[in-house]
């Protein structure tokens, strides 16, 4: 099975610190996407970051950003000034171009300390 | 306005039963999604179609029947409930088959709990 792997369960970050979420994955395609989605209690799925395999530079969306070694095949996102709101359940999935189904990996609980 | 909702959002039903969640988009894409997600948060695709065609089933017990009226709406009915179906069903969509660069669009999720 091609799998994502976040080997981090839980991850905590003093507010306005910065913290980085850890992902690898595996896969036999050249051509795939990659996502971080943030899940709140409220259960909602929030994407937070997307990144194209082919594309080597690293994507960045304001206080997020990721860092990709397609060679390693890692995926890390970087959150930057934490706030209180980034509290959540964070997952890491690889989307191919053959199935169009995202695969998640297990997910890392992020709390963040005022 | 709601992109992708389901109901309902809480089930709670007794081991035997048989209940349906419904779900229905209103982005004008062709292709949804059902996801499981379990007591530990992992997260599992059942079921993908696109125009209202099964194109993914992930070795779904024959229990679950998804059922694609038209294209913005796909349902998951659940014959027999087991104690192990409890968990948050996902329903998600994305704008076209095989344009994996689009980001799928979750709904609220529907928390069922089988006792």
């Known amino acids: 099975a091609q799998t994502v792997t976040q080997s981090q369960p839980e991850m905590s970050v003093q507010e306005a610190e910065t913290v980085t979420l850890s992902c690898t994955y595996d896969t036999s395609e050249s051509d795939y996407y990659l996502f971080w989605y943030k899940q709140p209690p409220s259960r909602q799925m929030i994407l937070v970051i997307r990144q194209e395999a082919y594309k080597q530079q690293n994507a960045t969306e304001n206080r997020f950003s990721v860092n990709f070694q397609k060679a390693a095949k890692s995926f890390s996102l970087k959150i930057s000034d934490s706030q209180l709101g980034d509290a959540a359940m964070y997952f890491c999935a690889r989307q191919d171009n053959a199935g169009n189904m995202l695969t998640f990996g297990g997910g890392t609980r992020l709390m963040v300390k005022p | 306005d709601t992109a992708v909702s389901q109901t309902p959002k809480y089930l709670v039903t007794q081991m035997g039963n048989d209940k349906s969640i419904k779900c229905e988009q209103n982005l004008g894409h062709d292709t949804m999604y059902w996801y499981k997600q379990d007591s530990k948060k992992f997260l599992k695709i059942m079921f993908s179609?696109?125009?209202?065609?099964?194109?993914i089933n992930e070795t779904v017990p024959n229990r679950f029947s998804p059922k694609s009226p038209d294209k913005a709406h796909l349902n998951l009915h659940i014959n027999s409930l087991e104690l192990g179906d409890s968990a948050v069903y996902f329903c998600?969509?994305?704008?076209?088959?095989?344009?994996?660069?689009?980001?799928?669009?979750f709904g609220p999720g529907t928390r069922l709990t089988v006792t």
């Open positions: 998600a969509s994305s704008p076209r088959w095989g344009q994996h660069e689009h980001e799928q669009y």
């Open positions: 179609y696109n125009n209202k065609e099964l194109i």
